[in-house]
């Protein structure tokens, strides 16, 4: 191949890459301009799906004039075992970033799974080639030393932090938005992408929609909510009870630095004469009066406790709702069903991708 020819390769895999990384940057919802806001690992991790397309291409434009003169493709050539290993490459890379986004998966982690490829592919197509296979090693021992370092360093250090914490870094650069629901499909709820969400902690979509309804539906005077985390639930209640006109939500969150993004969150909305925030555990606050809507979405371990804590104060005609009540949640969805069976609450379970549990006092209910 002339070099004329090798510089539309080139051209034709770059072109690839950067169409890579645009469409990337789209299902991020993040503008060119904020591309600089992200961490350098966060950068690198746009790479691997982009770099896997790029060179494939680039390496099919080099091998198509000999395919088209012989009329076939050896198998065994490196160029070719690259190509393929590439295209193959790019769907898990691809889903690797969506669940990044989904999960707040270690920003570089993809990178490191992408170094570890590039030296495992090395070696497959020095050995499968009829290459050296000793100098395939060795090209690739930096690679695969490289990604295996960047994932030991970068993995430990992000389980260790409470998960709130990590969507609170991530949205710090990036804008939330809808997308489908990241929860296992469930015997109850077999189809969990039909729903939408914002992040791996704050309710579906569909289901704030829901809580205004139901606000608006039942008119209370006086709503509960545990664990306000981001906000978006609480906005939703505060808006049902400024179209009622009266009442107030009462929101308990125990983490400052998450109360703080919710503090905006209210300020932004116009809504914050509708809201109480309180910065403190939902085991220890203090309700005065009766409550007429209480909406338990604490942490899954608190759930039992404040429930029974709380339930007390619940008008009997009011409404309980609790948020991680499906199959998959189950120590939710037991406290809820362990409740019922000691004649606390009625329940009814909707089979939302998280579940969601709609129940009454059954004491003084009439």
Same mark, same amino acid.
């Given at each position: 191949m002339d070099h004329a020819s090798y510089a539309v390769a080139v051209l034709m895999g770059m072109g690839a890459f950067l169409a890579i990384v645009a469409l990337d940057l789209h299902r991020r919802r993040l503008a060119f301009s904020r591309l600089f806001r992200l961490s350098r690992l966060a950068m690198l991790d746009l790479m691997p799906p982009a770099l896997a397309i790029g060179l494939a291409v680039a390496l099919g434009v080099t091998l198509y004039p000999e395919v088209a003169d012989q009329g076939v493709v050896h198998?065994?050539?490196?160029?070719?075992?690259?190509?393929?290993?590439?295209?193959?490459?790019?769907?898990?890379?691809?889903?690797? $970033?969506?669940?990044? &986004?989904?999960?707040?998966? /270690?920003?570089? =982690?993809?990178?490191? %799974? @992408? !170094?570890?490829?590039?030296?495992?592919?090395?070696?497959?197509?020095?050995?499968?080639?009829?290459?050296?296979?000793?100098?395939?090693?060795?090209?690739?021992?930096?690679?695969?030393?490289? $990604?295996?370092?960047? &994932?030991?360093?970068?993995? /430990?250090?992000? =389980?260790?932090?409470? %998960? @709130? !914490?990590r969507i609170l870094e991530r949205i710090a650069v990036e804008d939330q938005f809808s997308q489908p629901e990241y929860t296992p499909p469930t015997s109850e709820c077999p189809h969990p992408e039909l729903w939408r969400m914002l992040d791996s902690q704050t309710t579906e979509v569909e289901v704030l929609d829901f809580l205004k309804t139901l606000v608006t539906t039942i008119k209370p005077k006086v709503v509960v909510e545990t664990g306000t985390f981001l906000g978006h639930g609480t906005v939703k209640l505060a808006e049902g009870v400024k179209e009622n006109g009266f009442g107030k939500v009462i929101t308990i969150e125990f983490d400052p630095a998450i109360r703080a993004k919710a503090l905006e969150r209210f300020q932004a909305s116009g809504l914050g004469a509708w809201i109480e925030s309180r910065l403190e555990s939902s085991l220890e606050t203090n309700i005065e009066g009766t409550i007429d809507l209480l909406y338990s979405d604490s942490h899954l371990a608190n759930r039992e406790a404040e429930i029974r804590r709380l339930l007390p104060q619940l008008d009997p005609r009011g409404i309980l709702v609790v948020h991680d009540a499906s199959s998959h949640f189950k120590i939710v969805r037991e406290a809820a069903l362990r409740l019922e069976q000691e004649g606390l609450i009625s329940a009814v379970l909707l089979s939302t991708p998280r579940g969601v549990v709609v129940a009454q006092r059954r004491e003084n209910r009439k």
């Open positions: 198998v065994r050539s490196p160029m070719a075992i690259a190509m393929v290993l590439c295209l193959a490459v790019f769907p898990a890379f691809w889903t690797e $970033g969506r669940k990044g &986004i989904q999960f707040q998966r /270690p920003a570089g =982690l993809l990178t490191g %799974e @992408g !170094l570890i490829f590039m030296g495992a592919a090395t070696i497959l197509a020095g050995l499968v080639g009829n290459a050296a296979g000793s100098r395939a090693v060795w090209f690739a021992l930096p690679s695969l030393a490289a $990604g295996g370092a960047l &994932i030991v360093a970068v993995v /430990p250090p992000f =389980l260790k932090k409470y %998960e @709130g !914490l």
